[in-house]
């Protein structure tokens, strides 16, 4: 178990392309951190340095607090999992989880141990003598697992590793791995670029877009105070709605005007302006598909934040409806009761939940909203 | 090594030191070696050769003595002195330990070895693909495995996962080693076992690893082709795509082309445009060029992956126009500028 640090990393590669730019990052003991973002953003390169598998061009590597930049991969007392794992097909489960200990020359009875406890620790002790092919995918995974498991390693690194699997167990193993985690106690760095998995698994996660870091948080602080728009529209599915708008003051109330409408900003988010001065400006609202509303009760509760807007399509997700409206050329997704009534080609009024708003400047991207101490 | 053109060329020198004609022909009756009047002359003489076919004495047939080579207990070829005798028959004698010094028998890991730099003809290949049990009938690609620590590790993963019968790995030298396997499918497979060669070696035996993989499937005595292809594709692909660390060869079919071209042309060539080179360093605009050509030279797609408004994808093709001359938008202007990307990884001529 450790902690692993980054002090002003970067990743530079021959030719001059700079992955990963001025990384920093403490990671505690024990921590389930998530590096998350699209593909290209540099998180799995940050992983592979910290693996040992990429080298470090400037800045400092810390794991368990000794510096180990020039420490090759097989000392750094890490374990990794990747999306593209495979069992030996012809070795049973008890064999998968020891070759690697083989490969090292890790005496017998150690490895008869190590791999007992992992099974144990996965469920997989009855299974010990299968060969793959009579497992399911699961229990597969759980193999792949247990062979990073039986190296009691300090650190967990996990590049992907769901996304080669369906859907259905896909999610039963993100449950999993919060379990594992739960019960191993051990640091998991994990790199994903599926927000969900993110959103879902993280105890922090660090957003990342060009090889800068762009927010670290905990996946509801990050849901509820993106630092910019680039984590606003990346964080959340469907994602953000944006919308250019102007901060207009009309007789001492704060409007958002766009389109021809008009939404009225009440005073607790007027009071988290990092600076008045943007009443009066052009600004990029945003407001979350699940805040707005067309229910009756909404809208008549709140007049003046209704804006009318036509639907495009809708989509019956079960528990759910998304629609997808046009407001005078602005595309809006809502998500809201299944019962609504609207369909598409109607014009409808809908709501926007004003205490949830939020608002970026329109050159730099980034929020101008404080956040609420709570 | 086995092979027709040494035959030939050892048989001419033979020839010059000895008075009697020399024929030497293979095991289905095609002359290697000597006059082919020979041939008409005696047209039923082939059919009795098969008579003698597994002789291994040398043996008189009318004019004409005949030693048959064995190679693996398997008759290669046959050696023909036209006339008989105690002398030809010291000859003959002679010829065949020249011709056993030369032809030894290679290991298996040397056949394959020797396969893939092309040093063996069709028949020597098929031969020892008979001689090893390689399957023939199936089609082959070929991978090159290269790693930053010894191989012997990598090699063990590579052996044990992939447990399948047509599947081949050729040690190279301390870091490299290739992968010989046969495969019914295409493209999008050669990836995946690629990926998972390199995700196992990677986690399983804590080393950074680079694959170049072929794209043909080849019979075996085409193997020389794909190991081609795949050296190539490491090559061109470290060049163009630096620590991607999976390269197949058709991603580099465009820039092999433009690798063979004479370095004082592509400079020539650049000078001819007249354009601000100065955009090949600037990072953001060259993943925006290249996200671009990616898609297509779609602008909604583009902006998707690059997950930034589609008008800041449209101000920086603008600013690139400004700096080249060069609208990506357009198919041909588009060209030119791939063509340029490539030049400058390809030869770093470009300042």
Redesign the interface.
Known sequence: MAGVVLKHVYKVYPGGVTAVKDFNLEIEDKEFIVLVGPSGCGKTTTLRMIAGLEEITQGELYIDGKLVNDVPPKDRDIAMVFQNYALYPHMTVYDNMAFGLKLRKVPRAEIDRKVKEAAKILGLEEYLNRKPKALSGGQRQRVALGRAIVRNPKVFLMDEPLSNLDAKLRVQMRTELAKLHDRLQTTFIYVTHDQTEAMTMGTRIVVMKDGVIQQVDKPQTIYDYPNNLFVAGFIGSPQMNFIDARLENRDGKVYATFKGFSVLVPEGILKRLKDPSYVGKEIVLGIRPEDLHDEEVFLEAYPEAVIEAKVEVTELMGPETYLYLDVNGIPLTARVDPRTRAKAGDVIKIGFDVNKLHMFDKETEMTILNRVVS | MINNDLIKRLSHDIQKNIQMPLYIIDKSGNLIYGNEDFFAKKAGFLDIKVEYMYEREICELENYTIYNIFIDNIPYFTIILEGVGEEARRIAGLIAIIFDQIFQVYSKEEFLLKMLYGEFDENSIYYYAEKYKIDKSVRYAVVIVETK?EID?AL??IN??F?RTNLYTVKLNDKKFVVIFSSHKEKDSLI?FS??M???I???????VKIASSSSLVPLHEIHKAYKEAETALLLGQKLE??KGIYLYDDYIFAEILWGIDVEKVNQFIKKLDIDFSLF?E??LI?TLNAFFRNSLNLSETAR???VHRNTLVYRLDKIFKMTGLDAKKFDDALLLKTMMVLA?LYDVLG
Do not use: A, C, R
């Open positions: 620590n590790d063990k993963i044990n996962i447990n995946d990926k998972t390199k995700d196992m990677e986690s399983e035996g804590y080393t950074k630096g620590e360093k990072e953001e993943q992956e690059l997950y990884k």
